[in-house]
């Protein structure tokens, strides 16, 4: 009988890491992206049967019904892809079966404002949330310091591709007033947050996969070592440490999970605070994120667990992984290098050293094309600014 397919939704370093982790595990697998970019370079990369579409083109219900296959697991890479398959007719949703969770348990970790109200109900550490439905919302605020609040993006992922940072710092009222009316009116919705205060490398992720059954059968746990932009940036150095390092964020994450009633592959952002020293929980992704593939590496392949968890199959548990191994990105640490560098925060020394040894998120000795043309594509762009003049090659 022939093995069923997955079949990876979405575009980015995200779907790239997804395809591999299941080719490695021997799953046949296709790939309808969004935007096709350095996934579809990938020697993986195959395109769904039966129809010339991507996501960005058709509804992902209507490339379902056109494709040739008979059945496939849907493995989601972003969060407007796992809100298409919560639309999903029953009967393609049988065809293409899926580990995630309920719609609403997605919105109950998604939304911002759902999520700060689960979290006042269990009591577990986090940051200080309120929601803004209206501009005279702000008002609320008069009188108060700023120093420690900001404006959050709902949806954090269209705010990235907006603005190259996750949130917004405000001095005063008079500056939330009009950053306020600036993300509104290009159509983003945004709450205002407590800023954790601490440097980049006191945020921790946690990922890891629960099955349908309740049970989390792995997590990983790494490091942020490095982001850019400094505030509201991307991992642009990591490391994996041990479980036993986060124990009190492992045991807040596991009771967030249960309360939701969660099943898929996840991701959450911890923060230690430098007042108290206390892990605040920031968010949870409930879908393949960025650095799937690094987990991976070391050793907890979610994307397996989840397709195995879609076809009813058993998954057991992975209670080890691989510790002290760093990734970097290089031309996003590039740009938190100079950061650092400008603001006497890092010496040249400690850069190369953090960069011996460290994996790569795009390129791979078993599949290279994905990294080889992002470095081309890099170096292009650093030709082209040096051949204008401007001087600044990050």
């Not at 195995?308 to 209670?319: E, F, I, Q, W, Y």
Request: charge should be positive.
């Amino acid at each position: 009988m022939a093995m069923t397919p997955a079949v990876v939704l979405g575009s980015g370093l995200g779907a790239l890491g997804a395809m591999r982790l299941l080719n490695r595990a021997g799953i046949p697998t296709y790939l309808l992206p969004a935007a096709p970019a350095l996934e579809s370079r990938s020697r993986f990369a195959r395109r769904l049967p039966g129809t010339n579409q991507t996501l960005a083109s058709a509804p992902l219900a209507a490339i379902l019904e056109s494709t040739t296959l008979d059945r496939a697991v849907l493995i989601p890479c972003s969060d407007a892809v796992l809100a298409a398959m919560a639309q999903l007719p029953a009967a393609l949703a049988g065809r293409f079966p899926s580990s995630t969770p309920a719609g609403d348990a997605v919105s109950m970790l998604t939304c911002k404002d759902r999520f700060a109200t689960l979290l006042g109900q269990l009591g577990v550490p986090h940051p200080r949330t309120l929601v803004i439905t209206a501009p005279q919302d702000l008002e609320a605020f008069a009188g108060t310091s700023f120093s420690h609040l900001f404006l959050k993006p709902v949806d954090s992922a269209s705010f990235m591709r907006a603005y190259g940072v996750k949130g917004c710092r405000v001095r005063d009222l008079d500056d939330a007033r009009r950053q306020l009316a600036k993300v509104q009116a290009d159509g983003h919705r945004v709450i205002v947050q407590e800023f954790i205060p601490g440097p980049g490398s006191a945020h921790y992720l946690l990922d890891g996969f629960m099955d349908a059954g309740g049970k989390v059968r792995a997590m990983f746990a790494r490091r942020r070592l490095r982001m850019y932009p400094p505030d509201f940036g991307n991992s642009t150095l990591m490391a994996s440490v041990p479980l036993s390092e986060v124990a009190p964020a492992v045991d807040v994450l596991r009771r967030i999970l249960a309360a939701a009633g969660y099943r898929g592959i996840f991701s959450a952002e911890f923060k230690r605070d430098e007042r108290d020293g206390v892990l605040k929980i920031l968010e949870v992704n409930a879908r393949v994120w960025i650095y799937v593939e690094f987990t991976g590496r070391c050793g907890i392949d979610v994307c397996t667990m989840s397709y195995r968890d879609a076809l009813g199959l058993p998954v057991a548990d992975v209670p080890t992984y691989r510790t002290g191994v760093r990734m970097v990105c290089p031309y996003m640490d590039l740009a938190a290098v100079r950061y650092g560098w400008l603001h006497k925060e890092i010496r040249a020394w400690d850069w190369l050293r953090s960069w011996i040894g460290a994996q790569q998120p795009a390129f791979s000795l078993s599949d290279p094309l994905p990294g080889l043309s992002d470095w081309a594509e890099l170096a292009g762009r650093v030709l082209r600014r040096a051949w204008r003049g401007s001087g600044a090659l990050l």
